[in-house]
């Protein structure tokens, strides 16, 4: 089997790579790109560990194939931040404890990107669905939703929130 050369564009820079028809996008991310900020856990579509925004929607890298995203616009994790500055929604995670060994927290992070920009608002059980395919093996998600729930709307009654900067000011 012969590599072929494509072009994909990732978090706005286009990036040409050789690859195998087979090779998932999770590999040529992690494996030829060098963003192994996506993680592999699974690896067959079940944890949300590896997952991505191809065109806006999170998806299971690990179950794309590099081919299928040609054309697409895909970002990962590395997109998230403006330079060395974190997201909000970045920010609120470390701000509520949200992580703890980290595995899942790409992941965790891309599928509650995805539904901030719908949703800037949600409440707790839309969270928790937007959320519903991420699985994380320590924080028992409490910490997590409410980063999610807390990261474009800081309450006043979470002492969590209050060590948030944009609260202090
Ligand atoms: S590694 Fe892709 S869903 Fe688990
Ligand atoms: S922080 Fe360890 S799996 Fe979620």
């Given at each position: 089997m012969e590599k072929i050369q494509i072009t994909l564009n990732i978090n706005d820079k286009l990036c040409e790579v050789m690859v195998y028809h087979n090779d998932t996008l999770l590999e040529v991310l992690r494996d030829e790109l060098d963003l192994t900020g996506s993680k592999e856990s699974c690896g067959e579509g079940v944890c949300g560990s590896c997952t991505i925004h191809m065109d806006g929607k999170p998806v299971r890298s690990c179950l794309t194939l590099a081919m299928e995203a040609v054309g697409t616009k895909i970002r990962t994790v590395e997109g998230l931040a403006n330079g060395d500055e974190l997201s909000d929604l970045q920010q609120s995670f470390i701000d509520h404890g949200a992580v703890q060994c980290g595995f899942c927290t790409s992941g965790m992070l891309m599928s509650a990107d995805a539904l901030l920009k719908n949703n800037p608002k949600p409440d707790e059980k839309t969270v928790r669905k937007a959320l519903g395919g991420n699985i994380c093996r320590c924080t028992g998600y409490a910490k997590i939703?409410?980063?999610?729930?807390?990261a474009c709307n800081p309450q006043d009654d979470c002492p969590?929130?209050?060590t948030d900067s944009k609260v202090r000011e």
């Open positions: 939703v409410e980063a999610v729930a807390h969590d929130c209050k």
